[in-house]
């Protein structure tokens, strides 16, 4: 076998171990989160009886109607069985496929994630730069109170104050609502999408600046400069290049964990996504929902982890080597 | 359910009641004056500034003209506009005006035909409705007796799992006895059940869209199929739903004044008022009462309140604890200061209620009735001290008690203090659990959900005008009766009521079920409230009225001069 055929037999194993290992993590965390629904108190019959009082009979035909009264395993089963063909199940809180509750909340979701996202790597990135490469100074110092009072500002409380003051008292922005068409969506996603993205975007300003820190104090960064190489040459090959690996590590994860972080925003701006219909389907024991959106988080999670591996090695090839020399 | 509690923040209650208090005696007079008297109470104990810092309103001002649409804030996504599901705030004040009953329940919670033209009683247990002629619904078909069949026939069904299930559990069979004659055969006499079709148990659905919509029916890719002035449009999931006019209605005098009503769904109380101010919303029933004052005065639109069978009531969950004593919970009403609830935390707009119903739902009932009901019931005037005096009597001393709220309106909160207040005073050791606003509804569905709590805050409202909306549910085994409460007269005298046609036995039937509630106190009355509607500064024309459950409010706003 010649080098080249060897290493792309690596490279194919490693993506296959890759995918097994992405498979086995959702189907663990499907069994978990079904497991623990079960232990959550409370009896989903309960719900579709509402207001009624039921004779047992009743009862009985109804928790046969919805399979409640199989066993556990079996359940998992046929749930299981039915997200491979691509059923995620029915809700019985909404009367609808599970597929369409979701994909009805879920662009508004990414939307809202994705100015998020842009907003966090402009900012948090950006003052985390700005913040190391003038250690010291009145704006790093200004920076570090900034971030200290954005990481401690709970999303809600963001809310309030964006919406009151560029929402109700500038006009500047739409209060509630997704809009229609893009731009319309747009303007109406950009307060949230800030009230969202201020702590995190506070977490990302200390990491970035942190590891920036660390890189501006290595030997041969400091050889580098004693020795007169351009200084922006020097922070963009040798600093920024090599800070960037924990940098985008933390704000992916922390992207990928917004999808549950954006009840509060939603709800404060009257949105509707994916975390909030989370929270209202946990409360009311819409299993089949609940399965699915966490399938759906633990998913983006996986994918988006992978993505960093993949990226990772382009911004740093010693990543790549350290990855196959094992 | 979701509902049944009505949910939301303001919210949780659902049917029922009607206060007895000293501003009934106004009413007495004239039942006419029932409209007006029900909160400016004419007792003279009442101050006369709170009395007139608001009044009812029975009609807002006339409307100049039609609007091309407008838009209402609903503070709950409906999660289905099924009427087999619709038991709450967010359903059905949107579905009462797309889809119409046999009777319908009025403004002023008077009760006429609807898709029903007549009926008749020729024996207690039968019911024979005649099915008004030339009407269509929204797909251009005609109404007929087999739409009526089909669409009462499935709260009976086990699968389909009504809420109105409990309405319909004296009914042997629903029949067709002529194209348009359907009669209803009981199992034996019920009073109420000719007056719940006036509400969601009385909707007519097409039969064809029944049986094609199947398991999607009411829901947002299928919508429904009905008679009312507005037909279903579009219903974008977590947003809004749109209703439009329907051209093809048949009371032509009632017939929509917008073309189109777009019902976006804002949970959050703040946003809410925040739309109205800045003019994004138009308008919507359910005020949060911390912005009373606030939308009261501003030049965005006006506040208006209208007449309400709601009584925010404190439900005693569980009778096993240190509130099972009726003394105790006698000693808990007496203890909490549901004057300065009424100021503080409802904006002082409602009046304290030592009955689960209010006034105006003895309308039938003769003045005898009404006056002996008055004189004898029981009072619990705020003595904080012979509350403590009461309790320590009947044993209590330290033992704790858990009361659950949600933390998301003011209201709510502060109501929660209070009783936490009381029940410290007279020796118990109250623990506040705050739960979420959804997993708050789930304590008026699941008996687990309830496990370890004590006491929890309701809105309920009776979706009838007769005090047995609300008793009835607290007869032994009722769903509703989430104490688990049982007490023999009581259930002996709701059954008499049940039985009873006749006016007069039947006002006496429900008297004494109220005497003995609100002697037992299985749920702790605290106040009543008026419904609250804000409308903007270009529509008007609405009915203030708890009707909008039923009624088809939205058709009457066009728009403001």
Redesign the interface.
């Known amino acids: 076998m010649t080098a080249a055929a060897t290493a792309a037999t690596t490279c194919a194993v490693r993506v296959l171990r890759r995918l097994a290992g992405m498979a086995a993590t959702l189907l663990v965390t499907s069994f978990l989160v079904f497991s623990s629904l079960f232990l959550a108190?409370?009896?989903p019959a309960?719900?579709?009886?509402?207001?009624?009082?039921?004779s047992p009979?009743?009862l009985a035909?109804?928790r046969s109607?919805y399979g409640f009264d199989e066993p556990f395993l079996v359940r998992y089963w046929n749930w299981l069985e039915g997200v491979l063909h691509g059923d995620l199940g029915?809700s019985y809180?909404?009367?609808?496929d599970v597929s369409?509750?979701i994909w009805?909340?879920l662009p508004?979701s990414l939307l809202l994630i994705a100015v998020s996202g842009l907003m966090i790597a402009v900012f948090g990135i950006g003052s985390g730069i700005v913040g190391a490469l003038r250690r010291g100074s009145r704006t790093d110092r200004s920076l570090m109170l900034l971030v200290t009072v954005g990481a401690a500002a709970p999303a809600f409380v963001a809310a309030?104050l964006l919406?009151?003051v560029f929402?109700?008292q500038l006009?500047w922005f739409?209060?509630?609502?997704?809009g229609e068409g893009l731009m319309d969506r747009l303007h109406h996603v950009i307060l949230p999408a800030a009230a969202l993205s201020v702590t995190f975007t506070a977490l990302v300003t200390r990491v970035t600046r942190s590891a920036m820190l660390d890189e501006l104090g290595r030997d041969h960064v400091e050889v580098a400069l004693s020795r007169g190489a351009p200084r922006r040459t020097v922070i963009r090959r040798h600093v920024l290049r090599n800070a960037l690996g924990p940098i985008v590590t933390v704000s992916a994860l922390l992207v990928s964990g917004m999808l549950v972080s954006t009840a509060i925003v939603e709800?404060?701006?009257?949105?509707?996504?994916v975390g909030?219909?989370l929270?209202?389907s946990?409360?009311?024991?819409d299993f089949q929902v609940v399965q699915a959106v966490v399938l759906l988080v633990v998913a983006a999670f996986v994918v988006v982890n992978a993505l960093v591996d993949l990226v990772l090695p382009l911004i740093d090839p010693r990543t790549a080597a350290a990855g196959s020399a094992r | 359910m979701s509902s049944a509690r009505s949910g939301s923040p303001l919210n949780r209650g659902r049917r029922t009641h009607s206060r007895i208090r000293q501003a009934a005696a106004a009413a007495l007079a004239s039942a006419a004056l029932l409209v007006t008297s029900a909160c400016s109470g004419a007792a003279a104990d009442k101050d006369a500034d709170r009395a007139a810092a608001y009044r009812i309103t029975d009609k807002t001002p006339a409307t100049t003209g039609n609007v091309n649409s407008f838009t209402w804030s609903v503070y709950a996504e409906p999660t289905t506009i099924d009427y087999a599901y619709s038991f709450d705030f967010p359903p059905n004040q949107i579905l009462s005006n797309v889809c119409e009953s046999l009777l319908r329940w009025n403004p002023d919670l008077t009760t006429s035909p609807g898709l029903a033209a007549s009926y008749t009683n020729p024996a207690p247990t039968t019911w024979v409705y005649q099915i008004r002629p030339g009407v269509r619904f929204h797909d251009g078909t005609a109404l007929t007796a087999d739409d009526v069949v089909a669409s009462l026939s499935r709260n009976l069904d086990p699968e389909t799992a009504s809420v109105w299930a409990n309405q319909y559990k004296n009914v042997k069979s629903i029949d067709k006895t002529g194209p348009m004659e359907v009669t209803v055969t009981l199992t034996k006499p019920d009073s109420t059940f000719n007056k719940y079709l006036a509400a969601g148990p009385g909707t007519v659905e097409s039969a064809a869209t029944l049986a094609k919509s199947g398991k999607d029916y009411g829901n947002p890719q299928t919508g429904v199929n009905c008679t009312g002035p507005f037909s279903f449009g579009s219903w974008t999931s977590g947003q809004s739903l749109t209703l439009k006019r329907f051209d093809g209605y048949w009371n032509q005098e009632r017939k929509a004044k917008s073309g189109e009503v777009k019902f976006v769904f804002l949970a959050d109380a703040t946003t809410r008022v925040n739309a109205f101010q800045s003019g994004e919303v138009d308008g919507g029933w359910m005020v949060p009462p911390n912005a009373y004052a606030q939308l009261g005065s501003t030049q965005a639109g006006k506040l208006y309140f209208g007449r309400n069978t709601t009584v925010a009531d404190e439900v005693v969950a569980n009778l096993k604890g240190p509130l099972g004593d009726p003394k105790v919970r006698q000693a808990l009403l007496m203890a909490i200061d549901r004057k300065g609830i009424v100021k503080a935390g409802a904006g002082g707009v409602g009046e304290v209620s030592d009955s689960l119903v209010t006034d105006n739902l003895w309308a039938d009932a003769p003045p005898a009735t009404r006056e002996a009901l008055l004189k004898d019931l029981p009072k619990y005037p705020y003595d904080p001290a012979k509350a403590k005096a009461l309790a320590a009597e009947a044993g209590v001393n330290g033992q704790e008690v858990v009361i659950a709220t949600s933390p998301l309106d003011s209201q709510t909160t502060i109501i929660t203090q209070a009783v936490a207040q009381a029940a410290t005073a007279i020796g118990l050791k109250p623990r506040i659990d705050s739960l979420s606003a959804e997993k708050y509804t789930t304590l008026f569905t699941d008996p687990a959900a309830r496990e370890g709590i004590d006491l929890f805050l309701t809105f309920w409202y009776t979706s009838i005008t007769d005090p047995l909306d609300m008793f009835a549910s607290l007869e032994t085994g009722a769903f509703s009766n989430y104490g688990n409460w049982s007490d023999p007269a009581f259930d002996a005298a709701v059954e008499k009521a049940v039985g009873a046609y006749d006016p007069a036995q039947h006002a006496a039937a429900n008297a004494e079920a109220q005497q003995i509630a609100s002697r037992e106190l299985p749920w702790l009355p605290l106040y009543t409230l008026p419904v609250s509607v804000f409308m903007g500064k270009k529509i008007t024309g609405v009915q203030p009225s708890i009707a909008y459950l039923y009624y088809p409010w939205a058709a009457e706003i066009g728009a403001k001069g």
């Open positions: 108190p409370g009896d309960s719900f579709l009886i509402k207001g009624r009082s039921p009979e009743d035909a109804l109607q029915r809180l909404f009367h609808q369409s509750v009805s909340r508004s309030l919406r009151s929402g109700v006009g739409p209060t509630i609502g997704n709800t404060a701006f009257g949105m509707s996504g909030s219909l929270v209202q946990v409360d009311q024991l």
